[in-house]
């Protein structure tokens, strides 16, 4: 009953938050999944999800988005769907090798780059592409990438091409590289990868070859409920960086995080923000692996729905009861 969901959120966020005003909070959310729902054809990020996010920074309030994708995905799928006018966004896009703001205006500008890390070498992303390609082929004998995908593989700006077709599998299977992010195999079509799909990532995540190479070129391996990232940094390490980077650390340093995601990959997240309060929109059975639980985290079923609860919640909980007159007129 959503009635009954938004009274406890409301409670919640009473409990944990007290009165503190919107613009003493910072949310650090992740996109896919939370913000972003990628399995309903077309819905993307949703007008209302929008509208609630641009309110939320008008309001005074610090908005981070910390996402697993590259930063050209952020860009289209996030940055440039924002209402115009609004900022600034920071944003963390390939899970924290880059760190962002992002003001939107009628001259359509361009995000600053506040931090960067270098990229992966092409030899790491050329070994971990050919180990891959093995590991797929000891489940699907003849498996390989076509010269076409190996193409993106190796471009400067990498991509994600779909390899369904040669893998058997109705669903879209992405195998990702990219010099500023690093290697993938993800299967954005469901929530949670069940039979070959799952075979895959647990082959990927679990071999002793990938974890060879992760480690000599200091990568990182999460395996997820639909993907295995094989990547240059992690959502705790942006956090760290987001919460000392000269640029951002004088605007986070007094105010209340609140740390908004919904999957595996968002664990490091909520750990290296020990010290806020936890938001979580996925599967209930993730919610107290992902978040740690306690009394300062809620899980709030259904993904961008929840998400939306959450939101909502958040802006009518500090909306003061009271006008007050010395704010009149601004
Ligand atoms: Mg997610």
Redesign the pocket.
């Known amino acids: 009953m959503p009635h009954t969901l938004r009274s406890t959120v409301t409670h919640f966020l009473n409990r944990t938050l007290d009165a503190t005003p919107i613009r003493e909070l910072a949310i650090l959310s992740?996109?896919?999944?939370?913000l972003l729902d990628q399995t309903d054809d077309g819905s993307g990020f949703a007008p209302s999800l929008r509208a609630a996010v641009a309110n939320f920074v008008e309001a005074g309030g610090v908005f981070v988005l910390i996402s697993?994708d590259s930063e050209a995905i952020v860009e289209d799928q996030f940055l440039r769907r924002l209402p115009p006018g609004i900022g600034p966004v920071f944003f963390a896009p390939a899970s924290g090798s880059k760190i962002g703001c992002w003001r939107s205006d009628s001259a359509g500008t361009s995000p600053e780059i506040l931090f960067e890390l270098p990229p992966a070498p092409p030899s790491t992303l050329r070994a971990l592409t050919q180990r891959v390609e093995q590991i797929l082929a000891e489940r699907v004998p003849g498996f390989r990438f076509t010269p076409e995908q190996r193409e993106v593989f190796l471009s400067p700006a990498g991509g994600r091409p779909d390899v369904s077709g040669q893998l058997g599998l109705g669903e879209i299977a992405w195998v990702e590289c990219r010099p500023d992010k690093g290697f993938a195999i993800f299967f954005p079509g469901s929530r949670r990868a069940a039979g070959l799909a799952c075979q895959l990532i647990d082959d990927v995540a679990y071999d002793s070859e990938i974890r060879t190479i992760a480690e000599d070129s200091q990568l990182r391996i999460i395996r997820g409920a639909n993907f295995c990232d094989v990547i240059l940094s992690d959502k705790g390490a942006a956090v760290n960086r987001i919460r000392q980077l000269p640029a951002l650390a004088p605007l986070l340093d007094r105010r209340t995080l609140i740390v908004l995601?919904?999957?595996r990959?968002?664990l490091e997240m909520y750990a290296a923000a020990a010290d806020g309060v936890h938001v979580f929109v996925?599967a209930e059975e993730d919610f107290t692996t992902v978040t740690g639980g306690g009394d300062r985290a809620i899980h709030i079923p259904g993904f961008t729905r929840g998400t939306e609860v959450f939101l909502d919640a958040l802006a009518s909980s500090r909306t003061s009861p009271v006008a007050r007159s010395d704010e009149s007129g601004r």
Do not use: A, Q
């Open positions: 992740d996109m896919t999944g939370t697993g995601g919904d999957g990959n968002d996925g």
